[in-house]
């Protein structure tokens, strides 16, 4: 039933927003930032879960012995594009779309980077093969 809760929030916080920056300016600045403590609450309230299924996967990986390397280049990679995300999400709600995709195509380059000896592990895999 968090969920629940998580969604009524959400739309408290709407709600008050709206009503909050329609007024003047000086309530458009409070409205931000009540939008912004908004995402914050929320992003505090998924860590929370996302330190279970991280050590979930860890756990999974120790059972299937897989490389720890390999594990971490993973994680990362999926930290990147979360991050990546919300910070892309985070610019477009406050109209900045340009910085929020650029925020985007650095976490793919990022991304690529932290990959890359996977990739090349991959390649000489198959190569041996050849």
Same mark, same amino acid.
């Given at each position: 039933?968090?969920?629940?809760?998580?969604?009524?929030?959400?739309?408290?916080?709407?709600?008050?927003?709206?009503?909050?920056?329609?007024?003047?300016?000086?309530?458009?600045?409070? @409205?931000?930032?009540?939008?912004? @403590?908004? =995402?914050?609450?929320?992003?505090?309230?998924?860590?929370?879960?996302?330190?279970?299924?991280?050590?979930?996967?860890?756990?999974? @990986?120790?059972?299937?012995?897989?490389?720890?390397?390999?594990?971490?280049?993973?994680?990362?990679?999926?930290?990147?594009?979360?991050?990546?995300?919300?910070?892309?999400?985070?610019?477009?709600? @406050?109209?900045?779309?340009?910085?929020?995709?650029?925020?985007?195509?650095?976490?793919?380059?990022?991304?690529?980077?932290?990959?890359?000896? =996977?990739?090349?592990?991959?390649?000489?895999?198959?190569?041996?093969?050849?």
């Amino acid at each position: 039933m968090e969920i629940l809760r998580l969604v009524s929030f959400g739309i408290i916080a709407v709600i008050l927003i709206i009503t909050i920056g329609k007024y003047s300016d000086q309530t458009a600045v409070f @409205a931000m930032i009540l939008r912004i @403590a908004t =995402v914050v609450i929320f992003m505090i309230f998924i860590l929370q879960y996302l330190g279970n299924v991280l050590g979930l996967v860890q756990e999974l @990986a120790h059972k299937v012995q897989m490389d720890n390397t390999y594990l971490n280049i993973i994680l990362k990679i999926i930290g990147i594009a979360y991050i990546a995300e919300f910070g892309y999400q985070l610019c477009k709600d @406050a109209g900045e779309e340009a910085i929020g995709s650029k925020i985007q195509f650095a976490g793919k380059v990022m991304i690529f980077a932290i990959s890359s000896p =996977v990739i090349l592990a991959l390649v000489a895999l198959i190569t041996e093969l050849l």
